[in-house]
């Protein structure tokens, strides 16, 4: 955008300049006034990059770096520079330095020859012929296919790896530890480097070997001529060192003269292996049309040494005569012909077969399998027969060719692999390729297919053209010592072995090149700190150290001496190279890295994987021995770089799969909680810095060594005050500290830094984020607060309570080490002493760990391990040590046992008043509204004032205990932070806990002042009267503050739970100081802090808002519901009424003290709540409906003593089946309702009255009483649902109950209209079964109420107990009365005997068919028995979804169906029989019983009013009279149904 200039803005030519009258582009830089601002605007003046002018600095322009991003290399200094250096050396310091040429070669000349030069080897022209030989043509193919396949495989990982980006000089190094990362880079760097170095002493011990051998034999130092076995063997390695280590020397001092010769002759040796395999060739189609003449002399089926004999024969014809030949002079005495000679000479005869037949010849059918043999055994051809007797000794042996090794099929493998070797030439040469990304994967692949062909090619002719002793001829001894493949070649065996010495030359030399350079990229990466000064040499970079160290290894191979020894060591090396670069590329193929992508597309990691595979297997293959030593070395150096390296981060592969583990690892963690075996702390250690971001505490990572010991995780934490952008980099200054501090202390973990606007949050945030998933803290590590006692520090003290409430809120351990400062260094040693543990509480084993912990570092471990526990007046001592040693036994833990005993004493003055101020402080500070800082001012003149009336009021005691006791009880908490290295915090409970009370008062546990003497030293008496008076006397000048300081009053008042844990840490901490006064550290255990931060309770969280409703309405349906429906007798209303009032109070309190005792009794105290209110109500239920069974035929008295004896029968088999058969019975269908039915009629049974069975005058109704027994059956209808929900779990339970009973309610008051009007003869509806079958839904649902049964289900249980009800009252009635002498009056076995078995068998079925996929989890809160039991997994999995359940029984649907039917009749049972020895006590003459012309009648028990026996008219009627004596068909009713949970 261009901006006009206004005529206010200057121009460039000075104030009054118009300038060219040309809009001008305005600077970039906005109030650009300085300097260097004016340059930039200048330097950035119409670039139009104004928007990213304060990023220049760091991130410059994508046009300034594009070339060289394009150009990049990062390649060190190659063996062409060092050649261009040299040649620079001589040149003039003024001359000006020529630019480097770039790289210009291609894929021909950099990569597919340097490939071919290498792969092709001296094992090709030494071995590959006896190999053939010895294995045959199939295994020998086997072979070279294996090893070739293997190649492959790794070329393609390597194409891979080389065009995913530049590759450096260095080759496989660079790739791998690039891919891998350092230490498998240096592993490998090494292992390739040694395998380097022995690959160029088995070139030269070839070269020697072909020297020796077959070019000038006559230069050997040691002669062989004449030698046999051990000494000829032992002549030729001799030989071997000599010249191995000649030949070494002049090669080492070419390569360090310069590397240009080398390079110079690289063409020559190239052109010699080529020549040599096209003369190999040539030979093999010579063969074809013209088979060379090489005989080979077999004496019997044994091949001869060729030399010292001319012809192949015993005896010749000449001049008509016979003559012996050299041959018969060798294995006989004399040259006649009846000289003695070898046995096996004179047994079999001497034949000469064609060395190599040719191509067309067929012997390659003779070829096609292997031959292996042992160590001297003799060169035999197949086909030919000999004879030869065994038992005669071979004499000769020297004559005959013989295997110079034992054979077999993994020496071949070891042998081979040498020889596809040198993969890497061209990967190595990358610094010089024009285009390295193209050229290396077609060069190299092309390099290995072409070498592949030729190699198993000549598997084949070999074993198509040559015999199989020459072929199993090592050394060509059969074929007058030429070398074997030199015999197959045209047009001479000469062009073979010079076109192979030089070869094998060349290739010496390029080992000794390569190796030293490769020693020095590795050493130049300081990943191996012993390695660096190979990484030096001379000015022009040549490595010169490291060109010494490699002749120096390479020595090592020549004196081994032995090619087939050597090539197996340096195949090691190879093979684990190869196996790291394909492990590398599957490593990155699997991970996905983002900068994985590579141009070489023809890669996979199931290829990788097997090309790993295969290397490994052929490491085995080769030589086990051998592998194991390869992998041992590059263990080793593995581990050194990884414990003494330099650290590199090259984003490498490891790290790649470290990440993908730890997120695997930490998925799985999070699958399910740990369990209890696996459980160790994990560690967060909470520092505090001053402010120069130093660490206050070092002493707590000492100690959080000596716990961990490097195992396990441990975050460092801290926090720094202020914000994000403003405090940045005193949080990474910080971090760098605690780092620091870390490696100083050993400590292997994580450090963490979180700023925060106030210490507080800081922490807070710690706790809670800390760690990630399932690899979390949980276990808190913070210093005692080392100032708490200054009320200039309270907030110091005020955050350690917070982390405190925190840490036990997160379900963590919380360790307070005290006296930080005092604590053993990593250094430090204990030779003797103690370590104290304190088990005072259970806490899972934490305590027993910790010690055993600190035992296994070397600062604790001579300490031992003495464990206290405190044990109560009514413990046995003796048992519990027994016990604890035992215990401990289990637990494999040494320790020394002892049992203290604290038993009750007199708390003491010091005691009450620490505890007052405590609890008064809040409010005296609410009273005073004072200000925060006030406030905190106040709150210590309240400590130091309540401290000096003690002194006061008690001056003599003082001085006397302090004279007695202070040696001996010198508080922990008054040591001096110096001197103290105890972990004891016996404050710490009591401390906390006020603080919770007292949330206001931030100082409160600074009470205890620090120049003052222990309290529990000065005051060790008891508050008597007299010290009260004498108090009171000795002071009356502090009347004016005795509202706030006169203690006794206020004493009085106290809550007395506070005072007792006051008191417990007083005398606690007396105990502990005299045991454990020597101990060099103590250990104890305290419980958390109350989760009431504010000591403030909630009104509306009091249980009484949630239970008093139902409480309220059940004792509408007692004291009114059944009130009413027991007075539907005409003459009998009061009575009904007021007997049900006074059984129903004596009732309830009768049944609080019963449950109370067997059910809410603790130390001797019946614990009375609501919930005792409505359970006692259920039991007086239970007496009330057995009273409908007796109704109108009782005394008060007889009354009252049925309910004294009902309550305990039923409070004890209450208490029995919720025990011990552990039923479900919500709505109380078996504790109450069965019950309570065949309670009553056991007790009818036994009053059984035969003038009753006829009816009785009096046993009728009025409209007035069945109008208000209607109003009694209305109250218990609207407040059954509340009956039967009172104690059923909140919520959905609950909620369910409410509506299951409403149901049930509804369909039996519906079907008891019908069945009523149905059942009447008149069609009309009873008064009788509205007042109760209307009811008999509200029983039958009971049993199931709060289960998942369908709205259906509890409306069809409630007509099928409303039609039961009705026929029982209908017909079973009647019959119970006149055959089995049951009057039951108010028909209770109908309305809840009946109803409950209906009810019951319904709970039993909903329990059967109750299952998870249905209930969910909630299954184990409604079922609470089924919840599996302690210990169970399933369990912990169940509490991660239902917080607080609480472990079960782990019963079965049935088990659990079983337990209910055994409860039903149990109960039955119990209270038949209870029911029957009551009756027998109500029998008793003096409980008054009314007699039968009496009963029915209120004029017996009250002043009835004149008008009560009047009619409608007021005249009493007596049709009415006549017609009532003679009803007899009134049907018996009340019903009360009541259910209960308990």
Known sequence: ????????????????????????????????????????????????????????????????????????????????????????????????????????????????????????????????????????????????????????????????????????????????????????????????????????????????????????????????????????????????????????????????????????????????????????????????????????????????????????????????????????????????????????????????????????????????????????????????????????????????????????????????????????????????????????????????????????????????CIEGVVLRDKFGEGVNGNLVIGTLAWPSPWVIVIGSFFSTCGAGLQSLTGAPRLLQAISRDSVIPFLKVFGQGKANGEPTWALLLTASICEIGIIIASLDAVAPILSMFF???????????????????????????????????????????????????????????????????????????????????SLSAARYALMRLEEGPPHTKNWRPQILVLLSMDAEQNVEQPRLLSLTNQLKAGKGLTIVGTSVVGTFLNNHAEAQKAEQSLRKLMETEKVKGFSQVVISSNLRDGTSHLIQVGGLGGLKHNTVLVSWPRTWKQPEDNLRFRNFIEVVRETTAANMALLVPKNIAAYPSNGERFTEGHIDVWWIVHDGGMLMLLPFLLRQHKVWRKCKMRIFTVAQMDDNSIQMKKDLITFLYHLRIDAEVEVVEMHDSDISAYTYEKTLVMEQRSQILKQMHLTKNEMEREIQSITDSSRGSIRRNNPSNLCSQKSTDEPAGVSVEEKPEEESVAVSRPKQVQLIQNKNATPTSPTSPTTPAGGAATPGQEMQMTWTDKAENQAAAAHPEQGGVKDIFNMKPEWESLNQSNVRRMHTALRLNEVIMKKSKEAKLVLLNMPGPPKNRNNETKPMDNSLYKNYPFFADIQVMIFIGFGCLLAFFRLYGFSGMVFNFLTATFAIQWAILVQGYFQFSNDGKIHLGVINLINAEFACAVVLISFGAVL??????????????????????????????????????????????????????????????????????????????????????????????????????????????????????????????????????????????????????????????????????????????????????????????????????NLHGLTGLISCTAGICAILTASEEVYGPSMYEIFSHRAPVDGDPRLLELQQLIPGLQPGLGRSAKQQALYQLAAVFSTIIIAALGGLLTGCVLKLPFLASPPDELCFDDELFFNVPPDCQMGLNGQIRSEDLESKATQQSKEPFINTNLTTTV
Not at 290 to 313: H, Q, Y
Not at 637 to 656: C, H, L, N, S, V
Not at 1254 to 1283: C, R
Request: glycine share 10%; charged share 15%; net charge negative.
């Open 1 to 464: 955008m261009l901006n006009n200039m206004t005529d206010t803005e200057e121009g460039e030519g000075g104030p009054n300049s118009q300038g060219d009258g040309n809009p001008k582009e305005s600077s970039p830089f906005i109030n650009s006034s300085s300097a260097s601002d004016v340059e930039k605007s200048q330097q950035y003046d119409g670039k139009n990059m104004a928007l990213f002018e304060e990023e220049m600095d760091n991130s410059p322009m994508v046009s300034s770096i594009l070339s060289s991003l394009a150009n990049y290399s990062n390649l060190p200094q190659g063996s062409k520079e060092h050649e261009e250096a040299e040649n620079e050396e001589g040149a003039a310091p003024s001359k000006k330095k020529p630019a480097v040429k770039a790289p210009s070669l291609g894929t021909l000349m950099g990569v597919y020859l340097p490939c071919i030069q290498n792969i092709f080897g001296v094992i090709l022209f030494l071995r590959m012929t006896w190999m053939v030989g010895i294995g045959g043509v199939f295994g020998s193919f086997f072979i070279v296919f294996m090893c070739c396949s293997t190649t492959m495989l790794t070329a393609i990982s390597m194409s891979a790896i080389a065009t995913n980006g530049v590759v450096p000089a260095g080759g496989s190094y660079y790739m791998i530890s690039r891919s891998l990362g350092p230490e498998f880079g240096g592993a490998v760097g090494i292992c390739f480097y040694l395998g380097t170095t022995f690959a160029g002493a088995m070139y030269i011990l070839g070269a020697i070997e072909l020297l020796l051998v077959y070019i000038l034999p006559q230069a050997a130092i040691f002669k062989m001529e004449g030698l046999e076995g051990a000494e000829m063997e032992a002549a030729m390695l001799n030989n071997m060192r000599v010249y191995g280590t000649i030949v070494l020397s002049f090669m080492a001092t070419v390569v360090f003269v310069g590397v240009k010769y080398v390079n110079k002759l690289a063409l020559v040796f190239l052109a010699c292996v080529i020549l040599s395999i096209l003369a190999v060739y040539a030979g093999v189609i010579k063969t074809a049309i013209e088979p060379p003449v090489f005989p080979v002399c077999i004496l019997g089926n044994r091949t001869l040494i060729s030399k010292g004999f001319d012809v192949c024969a015993k005896v010749i014809e000449q001049d008509n005569g016979t003559i012996t030949t050299k041959l018969w002079r060798i294995f006989c005495d004399s040259e006649f012909l009846n000289a003695t000679c070898d046995e096996y000479f004179a047994n079999n005869n001497v034949s000469e077969i064609q060395g190599i037949p040719g191509v067309t010849s067929g012997i390659l059918a003779e070829n096609l399998f292997g031959y292996y043999l042992e160590k001297g055994d003799f060169l035999e051809k197949r086909g030919l027969s000999a004879v030869q007797d065994q038992e005669v000794p071979i004499t000769n042996s020297n004559r005959y060719v013989l295997a110079d090794i034992t054979s077999f099929f993994t020496l071949l493998v070891g042998i081979y692999f040498p020889s596809v070797t040198g993969i890497m030439a061209g990967s190595n040469r990358s610094g010089d390729l024009r285009n390295a990304q193209r050229s290396i994967p077609i060069g190299t692949i092309a390099a290995i297919t072409t070498t592949s062909t030729v190699y198993m090619s000549a598997v084949v002719l070999f074993g198509a």
């Open 1192 to 1389: 109108g035929k009782t005394s008060p008295v007889q009354l009252l003593v049925m309910a004294l004896l009902e309550v305990p029968v039923f409070a004890v088999t209450e208490w029995a089946v919720l025990k011990y058969l552990r039923i479900n019975d919500a709505g109380g269908s078996i504790l109450i309702h069965l019950f309570a039915c065949y309670f009553g009629l056991g007790v009818t049974f036994i009053l059984y009255r035969p003038g009753l069975n006829d009816g009785h005058a009096k046993e009728n109704t009025s409209y007035q009483s069945d109008i208000l027994s209607v109003m009694g059956t209305l109250f218990l209808w609207v407040f059954w649902p509340s009956f039967n929900s009172a104690l059923t779990l909140k919520g959905d339970d609950q909620h369910r109950a409410v509506l299951h009973t409403f149901i049930g309610l509804s369909s039996s008051t519906l079907t008891a209209f019908a069945l009523s009007a149905m059942l009447n003869k008149n069609g009309k509806i009873t008064m009788a079964d509205i007042q109760n079958v209307t009811l008999a839904g509200g029983v039958t649902v009971g049993a199931s109420v709060d289960m998942m049964i369908t709205p259906a289900v509890a409306y069809a249980l409630g007509v099928i107990g409303c039609t039961a009800c009705m026929l029982g009252y209908k017909y079973l009635s009647p019959f119970l009365a006149r055959r089995l002498w049951i009057q039951d009056q108010c028909g209770i076995h």
């Open 575 to 657: 093979l684990m190279c190869y196996m790291f670069v394909n492990l590398a590329c599957a490593l990155q193929t699997l991970l996905r890295t983002p900068n994985w992508r590579p141009r070489f597309k023809f890669y996979h990691w199931a290829l990788s994987f097997l090309g790993m595979s295969l290397c490994l297997s052929l490491m085995f293959i080769c030589s086990w021995y051998y592998a194991i030593v390869a992998m041992v070395i590059a263990t080793c150096i593995y581990k050194y770089i990884e414990f003494a390296g330099a650290e590199k981060e090259w984003g490498d592969g490891i790290r790649g799969i």
